[in-house]
């Protein structure tokens, strides 16, 4: 009887190690990857919520920027958009005494959304002149940006330099109107 009962204890003992077993690998891990995989979930969701309600407070400010981005980016035809930069260009040369010697505008179309104007320009003048000319470009309204600055003097005393610059401005092609949210 002995024998009887330790075989019955065995087959229940093993029993029981193979129900945890496949209860381990059929239950619980997946539950725990599952719990693991929604509490992340729950972070991010919980993050974007955050960066939402930041968003949200800013509203006023960033719809202004846009505003202001939009009135300033360049109009969406092409000659007309040169025209605007060479103009402003020119009339920041000559309120500095920076001399223009060449202008080459080249257009990129980044996207449907919006096309750049880069500008290659080469100007002469002196070190103030051309300091001047440099920030007329950088504190005016239009969308320009300057993405890179080459400065090289062509005689020993350096009274003279020349600037190479590259220039991009903005085109948007068709500037989407705002939508006010109500509260």
């Not at 010697?101 to 919006?114: G, R, V």
């Not at 002196?126 to 005016?140: D, K, N, P, V, W």
Request: proline content about 3%.
């Amino acid at each position: 009887m002995k024998i009887d009962n330790r075989q019955q204890f065995l087959i229940v003992l093993v029993a029981v190690a193979a129900a945890l077993l496949i209860g381990n690998s059929l239950i619980y891990t997946p539950m725990a990857r599952m719990w693991t995989a929604r509490s992340k979930q729950i972070k991010d969701l919980s993050n974007q919520v955050k960066e939402g309600n930041v968003l949200i407070k800013r509203e006023a400010a960033l719809r202004s920027q846009w505003n202001n981005m939009t009135a300033n980016a360049l109009t969406n035809n092409t000659s007309l958009a040169e025209n605007q930069v060479i103009s402003a260009l020119n009339t920041w040369s000559r309120g500095t005494g920076a001399d223009i010697t060449s202008i080459m505008p080249q257009w990129k179309y980044d996207s449907t959304n919006y096309w750049t104007l880069n500008c290659r320009l080469e100007a002469s003048g002196t070190i103030a002149t051309l300091s001047q000319f440099l920030y007329r470009i950088e504190q005016g309204p239009m969308a320009l940006k300057l993405d890179s600055v080459e400065l090289a003097a062509h005689e020993p005393t350096g009274q003279q330099l020349t600037l190479g610059l590259q220039v991009s401005g903005l085109a948007l092609l068709q500037p989407q109107p705002t939508k006010q949210v109500k509260r």
